[in-house]
């Protein structure tokens, strides 16, 4: 090949150039590729030589991408990958729902409790409560502030709530830590119950053990069962709570910029996931469209009648 910069070459040289340098396996890639082409025109009829038409070109491989081959006992399938489903949302009325099913005065039921209260006013991941220790909240005079890594956690906390005391997290929280016998030497905040916690002779409520990733990430698909939502065609995981909270949030008018404070996230645009609509949400907006379509059109109507005529006077 000679050393030209531009374009004194032919098409040949330079295509030979190209076979010379690549790989043995790009080439034998290459090759299998393009029979995979040749049989999938061949089964669509396509024809594809020197005069097809850009056009045409465009169709067929746009036709050939949709239809990208794995070749199945002598087919071609699409090869499409499936999107992964966001958790759903719960109404308020499920959630609700949810937290009547438990005790407090039990230890299973008394868990439960402050991990779906918790779990949507600090808007956790789905199973983050797994790692969530004593040491988790430090106190702040009637809150209990969240720590952690992340730098955004400062602006956590978990209230009071004098409007329904049974459902206060830092009540329910300072319960739980109550309920640790001496003989608890983890750290780890949810522990596994112990089955015998009412025999006179028991340690106390909890094993000392951590509950598992695998059996809290049960936990809100089980309860969501249990109320009767079909988990079938509604995906519910602990996940569920984080995008009911940024939902609701931004239902009650909360700003993107004040939910990623409460998230964690980096950005707004990493929120726009959780931003599913309810029916109540949905005829909430639709209603605030039609109020102002209507105020728009008063105030248009109101302007064409008092506007000066051709004669000076108002019609």
């Known amino acids: 090949m000679s050393n030209f910069r531009f374009g004194r070459n032919t098409p040949k040289e330079i295509d030979d150039s190209i076979t010379n340098i690549t790989p043995l396996n790009t080439k034998n890639s290459r090759n299998s590729i393009w029979r995979q082409f040749e049989k999938f025109c061949g089964e669509r009829k396509y024809v594809f030589d020197g005069n097809t038409s850009t056009e045409k070109l465009a169709f067929i491989l746009k036709d050939w991408v949709e239809m990208h081959a794995t070749q199945n006992a002598g087919t071609y399938k699409y090869n499409r990958k499936k999107r992964k489903t966001s958790s759903s949302i719960l109404t308020l009325e499920e959630y609700n729902k949810i937290l009547k099913i438990y005790n407090e005065d039990t230890p299973d039921g008394l868990q439960k409790m402050f991990f779906y209260v918790a779990g949507l006013e600090l808007a956790w991941r789905g199973c983050e409560g797994v790692n969530v220790t004593i040491k988790h909240f430090k106190e702040e005079s009637d809150n209990c502030a969240q720590g952690g890594s992340h730098k955004l956690t400062d602006s956590k906390w978990l209230a009071t709530n004098t409007t329904d005391p049974r459902i206060c997290p830092v009540r329910l929280y300072k319960k739980m830590l109550s309920k640790r016998g001496k003989h608890i030497t983890t750290d780890r905040l949810f522990l596994t119950p112990n089955p015998a916690w009412r025999e006179p002779s028991s340690v106390g409520w909890f094993k000392n053990s951590p509950v598992g990733r695998n059996e809290m990430g049960k936990w809100t698909r089980t309860a969501a069962e249990e109320i009767g939502i079909d988990i079938k065609k509604k995906k519910i995981s602990n996940h569920s709570l984080r995008s009911t909270a940024v939902s609701q949030l931004a239902k009650a008018g909360v700003g993107e910029e004040q939910l990623i404070k409460i998230t964690g996230h980096a950005n707004t645009f990493s929120i726009k996931p959780y931003l599913q609509l309810d029916g109540d949400h949905h005829y909430q907006m ?28 108002n019609v």
């Open 286 to 313: 639709i209603d605030k469209l039609r109020a102002n379509s209507t105020a728009m059109e008063e105030s248009n109507n109101k302007s064409t009648n008092c506007a000066p005529s051709a004669f000076g006077t």
